[in-house]
């Protein structure tokens, strides 16, 4: 059964980071390539970051280039997402995504696989 499940979100101030964890806990995705997407109430989903299935590859939205990182640890089925920097517009629900298309260095197009979400909230 193909579950995900996020971690980490929470309350943080303007130039403060967080780290995000989403686990595979069915090992459903162990060969596919994750992702991170963010939404805010009354906008469509956005993409984030996303990690091929090895972990040797990456691809960020601008948004996310040089404060954000994402990365993978196959032991642990679980992706991170460290997101330094934070400004009062990264406040946003963060979703984690598994199994989508994924192109090393363009994008990641997402599947119908999707976790519950985790709330990051930045103050200023």
């Known amino acids: 059964q193909a579950q995900l499940v996020e971690s980490g979100g929470g309350l943080v101030q303007a130039g403060g980071a967080l780290t995000l964890s989403c686990e595979d806990v069915?090992?459903?995705?162990?060969?596919?390539?994750m992702g991170w997407f963010r939404q805010v109430p009354g906008k469509e989903r956005e993409f984030v970051a996303a990690?091929?299935?090895?972990?040797?590859?990456?691809v960020y939205a601008d948004l996310a280039k040089d404060r954000f990182t994402i990365s993978r640890d196959s032991a642990e089925n679980t992706i991170y997402l460290r997101m330094n920097t934070l400004k009062p517009e990264d406040t946003a629900v963060y979703y984690c995504?598994?199994?989508?298309?994924?192109?090393?260095?363009?994008?990641?197009?997402?599947?119908?696989?999707w976790g519950q979400g985790t709330q990051v909230t930045v103050s200023s």
């Open positions: 995504n598994a199994g989508g298309q994924y192109y090393s260095g363009l994008y990641y197009y997402p599947s119908e696989f």
């Open positions: 990690v091929s299935w090895s972990g040797e590859t990456t």
């Open positions: 069915g090992l459903r995705f162990r060969d596919e390539p």
